[in-house]
């Protein structure tokens, strides 16, 4: 039986992008993201629900979140569902929840409108590895332009 694991999601960050590096010297960035959805229901109301994901970038393109994307930024992120779990260290109980894995993330506004963009986090300058299990290839290759906007 064949499967498939796709997400397309459109929102807007709720805070500013969080890099760190795992061991191995990959950056990894966590995106906190907002998608809206508004339907008319039975009785002709007006409803509107927002549904928050945590949504993981990984190497260069976290890089990039973190340097251009602030809070209220929109983006589309094109990914999977990943399932993490840890053991609570207060409860000792398991704790598990879905996350989104992005295999993409595209800025959907320029520049901040003051013109400001966010200075590299010491974390994220220099070379930042790469392989490992946590890791991915990049799905493009790199060119002279890696330097630039990505938008």
Do not use: H
Request: proline residues 5%.
């Amino acid at each position: 039986m064949a499967s498939l694991n796709k997400v397309l999601l459109i929102g807007n960050l709720t805070q500013d992008p969080e890099l760190r590096r795992i061991p191995s010297g990959t950056a990894v960035s966590t995106l906190r993201l907002a998608v809206n959805e508004s339907f008319q229901s039975k009785s002709g109301e007006r409803v509107e629900r927002t549904v928050f994901l945590d949504v993981d970038v990984w190497d260069r393109q976290a890089e990039n979140c973190a340097q251009y994307l602030s809070k209220g930024s929109p983006v589309f992120v094109e990914g999977r569902l990943q399932m993490d779990s840890w053991d609570d260290k207060e409860t000792g109980q398991k704790r598990s929840r879905l996350k989104v894995r992005a295999d993409r993330v595209q800025f959907l506004s320029g520049p901040r409108r003051d013109g400001a963009v966010r200075d590299t986090p010491p974390a994220a300058a220099g070379g930042g590895g790469g392989g490992g299990a946590d890791s991915f290839d990049e799905p493009l290759a790199k060119s002279a332009d890696d330097e630039e906007i990505p938008f």
